[in-house]
């Protein structure tokens, strides 16, 4: 993990960190052939690639509901009354997200706007190097607090191998529209519809690159919530806080793929030599040892600030998606933080807590993308309709404005709208 004492070390790392999805341009052409042989050949495609990449040659892509419920039975009780916790809290804070219509009346007019559910919805829930239930929690209690209709969830299952956690995730929730598939067939099939899977209207869900672009080249076809990157984590310390939980906090993240970032900011450079040295002790545990070593290495960083508000300027910088704050007075470096998918304010706040049970959504803008995207949440899962309804006085009152406006922009038939109707008086 390096240790950057200067500007110049300082720039040249955040430009390397700008760079970690730039292999994405490589692997765009073999997306682009998936998709296009979803969309042309449908549930053949899919077989095909799901045979090839998850080596797994099955008939169905979809997976029965008595097959769900088997696999469900299997999963440990400890680990559903965990799940049963954090689904009640994460439906708790989401139900706080809700939007409702509205409208107001003016001069016999009627000006407002109409939310709605989308009808149906696509969940990626990764699968491969690890299964997570906390997903299809995370992604699937915002769209029924929205009043989502239909959810139709994607898990990839390599080798045929079927996770009992994921399995109690959907049957909690009550969903019963799943499939056996992943990687970039599996968002086209959600894009562009099968003879098996009808086309959704909106696709949410993390995944690898592969998935990341393929969701990024359906734009458009279909709504996508972001395109999620690898996992992140900045965290600000001064010498106050715990060398120990800072370590500790930068390496949950580390554990998470070979091109996660982990980087901690503080103003004290005993303090950042102290955790350097803690993060040696604790890797030697870790069973994910060697993931969290190859991030480390590639994106793991303490940069020494001049000062908390330099630290504070360098994190607006990077936009992680978690910031946690661990100093004298979380509270007071609020104010200045303006980019960030999700911030954790002192000691006791790691951010796992937030990946798990918090209540808040874990799913968040990645690879600075927390400048102008923010955490999923039931927002994401309604429409917006404007509504208008203008009385005769009400159009007497504007008609003349919209007849200068559409002859400057020379739009005639505009205009004509307007005149048929004053000549009816």
Not at 80 to 90: D, M, N, P
Not at 129 to 150: R, W
Request: aromatic share 6%; proline share 5%.
């Amino acid at each position: 993990m390096k240790l950057l004492k200067n500007s110049r070390e300082t720039a040249l790392f955040l430009s390397l960190l700008r760079e970690r999805t730039s292999g994405a341009g490589r692997i765009e052409e073999t997306v682009k052939k998936v998709l296009s042989e979803v969309r042309t050949k449908g549930d053949r495609a899919v077989l095909k690639y799901t045979e090839k990449f998850d080596f797994l040659k099955i008939r169905s892509i979809r997976i029965s509901s008595a097959e769900i419920a088997r696999y469900a039975g299997k999963a440990d009780r400890k680990i559903l009354k965990s799940l049963e916790t954090a689904a009640k809290r994460i439906r708790a804070f989401h139900e706080m997200q809700r939007e409702e219509s509205w409208s107001f009346s003016e001069d016999e007019t009627v000006l407002g706007q109409i939310v709605r559910p989308l009808e149906r919805i696509g969940v990626y829930v990764p699968g491969g190097k690890a299964s997570y239930p906390s997903t299809v929690l995370m992604n699937v209690i915002p769209a029924q607090v929205a009043g989502v209709d239909e959810i139709a969830l994607c898990v990839p299952t390599p080798k045929n191998e079927i996770n009992p956690s994921v399995m109690a995730a959907i049957m909690m929730l009550g969903v019963t529209e799943v499939y056996r598939i992943g990687g970039a067939q599996a968002i086209g099939a959600m894009a562009y519809g099968t003879r098996t899977m009808r086309r959704v209207d909106k696709i949410v869900g993390p995944g690898n690159i592969y998935v990341a672009t393929a969701k990024r080249l359906v734009f458009g076809e279909v709504d996508i919530d972001m395109i999620a990157g690898p996992s992140e984590v900045l965290v600000i310390a001064d010498e106050t806080a715990d060398p120990v939980f800072t370590a500790a906090d930068l390496l949950s993240q580390a554990e998470h793929d070979e091109r996660a970032a982990a980087i901690l900011v503080t103003d004290s450079l005993p303090f950042a030599k102290a955790v350097k040295e803690e993060i040696e002790h604790q890797l030697s545990g870790l069973e994910r040892k060697g993931i969290a070593e190859s991030s480390l290495e590639s994106y793991g960083a303490i940069i020494v600030a001049k000062d908390l508000k330099h630290a504070a300027g360098l994190a607006n910088e990077v936009a992680p998606e978690h910031l946690e704050v661990m100093t004298r007075n979380p509270f007071d470096l609020l104010p200045m933080i303006r980019n960030a998918g999700a911030i954790f304010l002192g000691p006791w706040t790691p951010e796992p807590l937030g990946d798990y049970v918090a209540g808040p959504n874990h799913t968040l803008p990645t690879g600075g993308t927390a400048r102008f995207f923010s955490p999923l949440g039931v927002y994401d899962f309604v429409k917006r309709s404007s509504l208008l309804s203008f009385s005769k006085a009400g159009f007497m009152k504007l008609a003349k404005t919209v007849e200068t406006l559409s002859e400057s922009e020379g739009l005639s038939a505009h205009g004509n709208t307007i005149k048929v109707r004053l000549d009816r008086r």
